[in-house]
């Protein structure tokens, strides 16, 4: 849990002008949890594409540094898409979050988890690794495991 | 129709699933999580359809090497929502968003085997050309227009805004969710 001094900040948050709008709405929560989900789904296909090939399964016969070029740009368009919705839909209801262990989880994974894909992603870019080892495994497994934290965390905002 | 789905809502699985404390929110979960597996291998391969992504890569290569997620997230997407269901079936058959997504489900799988039937059979021939047959680009674009709005149907499910027992309600969308109002 976050010291109580932030509490206000968060209080301040859920009463922005985007929070209140879509508090005050039926409509735009649902829609943008939508969209939310919907950038889910392309961030799960531009990470899968580049950690499955590190496991050395799905597309094995391309150079991991290929694949990341190629998947780039929808990885970043994708987390915009997520940070977005992410964002509405947290100035909506804030002080939930506060109080939420889930939503903890989440932001604090969120950043180790966008600092080492990019990380380990420029580092491949640099090298021209081929070859399937236990290194590019512990990579793709490790990438997979803190992005399933994240989403699950984020699932279970809504549970808890 | 109406009284199968009202005894299998009285079974006792079925009722301890809508009541249970972690076994709904699980299942339901996974279905969630898992639209990264089945959403995320049918996008990147819509998208190289499309010739967005991977174009250095033949197409016929990306179908093969992803299919196998596609198809494993597919059989987990279907068993985790026939688990939802089973939970509550009444409810969801009268939902207009369900019914949206299922026929939309249809929809979906007609586009596929329209594409796997047709133009894909000489994925061979087209696998690495720059701009790809207008069917093969058509079908990638309609996959990706046709999964979007399922996904959103899929979450607007939880909305309970027109329901039958929410009344009065336009003509069309009691209709549209084969509610039985007072009038009948």
């Given amino acids: 849990m976050p010291p109580e001094t932030w509490l206000p900040l968060f209080e301040w948050f859920e009463n922005t002008s985007v929070g209140t709008a879509v508090r005050n709405s039926l409509w735009i929560f649902p829609v943008v949890e939508g969209i939310h989900l919907i ?58 979050c506060y109080y939420n262990t889930s939503f903890w989880v989440k932001i604090t994974t969120l950043p180790i988890a966008i600092i080492f894909t990019f990380t380990v992603r420029k580092w491949l870019l640099q ?16 990438s997979l495991a803190l992005w399933f934290t994240v989403a699950a965390g984020g699932r279970w905002i809504g549970y808890s | 129709m109406k009284g199968l789905l009202e005894w299998l809502e009285s079974t006792p699985w079925s009722i ?40 250095s890569v033949p197409v016929s290569e990306v179908t093969k090497r992803l299919l196998p997620w596609t198809r494993a997230g597919f059989v987990v997407m279907v068993i985790t929502g026939a688990v939802i269901f089973y939970s509550n ?16 489900l249809i929809v979906a799988g007609l586009n596929a ?11 061979a021939q087209w696998g690495k050309d720059l701009v790809l047959p207008r069917e093969a680009r058509i079908a990638g674009a309609v996959s990706l227009i046709v999964w979007v709005t ?11 805004w027109f329901d039958c027992d929410i009344q009065p309600q336009p003509g069309f969308v009691n209709w549209a969710a084969g509610c039985l109002t007072g009038a009948n």
């Fill in chain 2, 150 to 160: 399922i996904i959103m149907a899929g979450r607007l499910i939880a909305y309970n």
């Fill in chain 2, 113 to 123: 085997f329209v594409f796997h039937r047709g133009i894909h059979r000489k994925v």
């Fill in chain 1, 39 to 96: 950038g889910l789904g392309l961030l799960g296909g531009a990470i899968l594409v580049v950690d499955l090939r590190l496991l050395g399964v799905g597309l094995k016969r391309q150079v991991p540094a290929e694949l990341i070029r190629h998947t780039q740009p929808w990885l970043i368009g994708a987390i915009v898409l997520l940070a977005v919705t992410g964002i509405t839909l947290f100035l909506s209801e804030a002080v939930k």
């Fill in chain 2, 16 to 55: 301890a699933l809508l009541e249970s404390l972690w076994v709904w929110p699980l299942v339901e979960s996974a279905h969630v999580l898992t639209l990264t597996i089945f959403f995320g291998t049918v996008v990147m391969n819509d998208l190289r359809l499309l010739g967005w992504t991977m174009k």
């Fill in chain 2, 89 to 104: 079936p009444v409810r969801y058959y009268h939902n207009i968003f369900f019914r949206f997504k299922m026929l939309l």
């Fill in chain 1, 127 to 142: 090298r021209l690794i081929v070859d399937t080892s236990w290194q590019t495994r512990l990579l793709g497994v490790l």
